[in-house]
């Protein structure tokens, strides 16, 4: 009966092929409503109650002017190391960068790079936005030093433009021991219990199940975003890390904590698991 009287569920989710494992079968599920968006687009849809729950820039958690804000400890888009899709790339030595071109698409991984060259090459270079896909592939006219992010990694041979390129995942676990989040399902604390169950038990069902035909997500979802099945498969399966577990709480504290100390936030709020 709770199922039955449960409102509709709206969940904002991301196209890119390394969040498929979380996401993959979720619109065939009775109650669900998904809304398509970059992930830098996402915090913007839950503060304007556009979604109930979205799987958002794990930056955008601190960030945002919405204070009715948790964290669903059900599934998050994490590193333990070489995240493979989160790559600066430069012409020169980062020693000698004075801007970074990044790509939008991510709160996160910006706020990430900030932290990682202050710490790891103590530059604060200027950050500029762009749009990679406006772009077109990877050439000679692209900017000296760029930040690209999700599956146009793939898409774009960058090692054959580039002399120098940093792995962001792999730099945070050398400097940490610790894995990275790049996103988490955020939802609005004033949702209703049961809406929080249902999602929460939902999102975590399908995990669970994607992760155990692992195989049959990467084959539906790995070449219409640019990767092959063998790529896609080892992706998914050796460089992104899908459960929630007291690492991750740990990293995101962390790493709030060091960007408050750059300058990217002025406070740090607390994490609030939804549910709990």
């Known amino acids: 009966m709770n199922a039955i009287l449960t409102p509709e569920i709206k969940i904002g989710v991301v196209d890119f092929f390394n969040a498929t494992p979380l996401t993959e079968g979720l619109s065939c599920v009775d109650g ?30 601190q960030t945002s002017t919405c204070e009715k804000l948790g964290v669903l400890p059900v599934g998050v888009l994490s590193s333990d190391g070489d995240s493979f899709t989160v790559q600066l790339c430069s012409r020169v030595p980062f020693e000698d960068v004075t801007e970074i071109h990044c790509d939008s698409d991510s709160h996160t991984s910006i706020a990430l790079l900030q932290i990682i060259i202050k710490n790891k090459f103590d530059i604060t270079p200027k950050i500029v936005p762009i749009e990679i896909r406006d772009l077109g592939d990877c050439n000679a006219k692209w900017p000296d030093t760029v930040l690209i992010i999700g599956d146009k990694v793939v898409k774009n041979n960058y090692e054959t433009e580039y002399t120098h390129t940093l792995d962001l995942g792999s730099a945070w676990k050398q400097q940490t021991n610790l894995p990275f989040v790049f996103a988490t399902w955020l939802g609005r604390i004033d949702l209703q219990e049961s809406q929080i169950q249902k999602a929460s038990m939902i999102l975590q069902r399908q995990l669970i199940f994607n992760q155990h035909r692992i195989e049959q997500v990467v084959s539906r979802n790995a070449i219409k975003k640019g990767w092959s099945a063998s790529q896609g498969l080892e992706y998914v399966t050796n460089h992104i890390h899908y459960r929630f577990e007291d690492q991750q709480i740990e990293s995101l504290e962390l790493f709030y904590i060091l960007a408050q100390e750059c300058g990217i936030l002025k406070h740090v709020r607390a994490i609030h698991i939804l549910g709990s």
Do not use: F, M, T, W
């Not at 398509?36 to 958690?61: F, M, N, Q, T, W």
């Open 32 to 61: 669900i409503h998904l809304v398509h968006k970059v992930p830098s687009k996402l915090i913007g849809c839950l503060e304007r109650g556009e979604v109930d729950i979205a799987l958002a820039s794990s930056i955008d958690y």
